[in-house]
């Protein structure tokens, strides 16, 4: 199983293209994740054109829906930089990966096969006001997901999110990361799809 999603949007005059693929986890050690992490979803996005300048600097905000959470979505972080307290506290940013044109990735798994649903919105962002108080602006997103029943994993298919969805995460996000300031709606460049 495979699935792909291409989306775009345009910034300062630069056409910039998403590529999504969500396939199954068949190869757990070629991804760094453990044997029990076979059969579950992973999640790989590209851009392109390849960063040139602090122009292209982005980063995706993930929000996750676990079942401990309820139907709350709460931030997905990923801070390997800080190995021993890695869950102990919320990151002081809101993304789980920045840099130039970087590259998102995601294996969710566990070692446990409870009944459950996981659903992941992952948006495409950029920082107005390097120079001032920082302001997040989305440029597109999407979700995915899995679910378990009796043991058996289903991974759920990419689908892409509009602005509403992201509006939806804004209250959630304002009071977790009060230092920061969150636009609404898609705010950096214009669709292209």
């Known amino acids: 199983m495979t699935d792909q999603l291409t989306l775009g949007f345009e910034r300062d005059g630069v056409p910039v293209t998403v ?5 199954v986890n068949d190869d757990p050690a070629a991804l760094g994740c453990p044997e029990f992490a076979r059969g579950f979803p992973c999640c790989r996005s590209t851009i392109s054109p390849p960063a040139r300048g602090y122009g292209d600097a982005l980063g995706w905000v993930q929000l996750v829906r676990h079942p401990e959470w309820g139907e ?9 930089l800080d190995p021993f307290e890695p869950l102990a506290r919320e990151p002081t940013h809101p993304f789980c990966f920045f840099g130039f044109a970087p590259t998102q990735f995601d294996a969710p798994h566990r070692d446990t096969l409870p009944d459950m649903d996981w659903l992941a919105h992952t948006f495409l962002a950029g920082i107005a006001g390097i120079h001032e108080p920082p302001e997040v602006r989305v440029a597109l997103g999407f979700s995915w997901g ?3 029943r009796d043991g058996a994993i289903e991974i759920t298919g990419l689908s892409q999110l509009d602005p509403a969805a992201w509006d939806a995460h804004l209250p959630y996000l304002r009071d977790t990361y ?3 300031t969150f636009a609404p709606g898609f705010a950096l460049g214009r669709s292209m799809l």
Do not use: A, G, Q, T
């Open 19 to 23: 590529e999504v693929e969500l396939s």
């Open 72 to 80: 709350d979505f709460r931030i997905d972080p990923f801070e390997p």
């Open 146 to 148: 899995y679910s378990i």
């Open 178 to 180: 009060p230092r920061w």
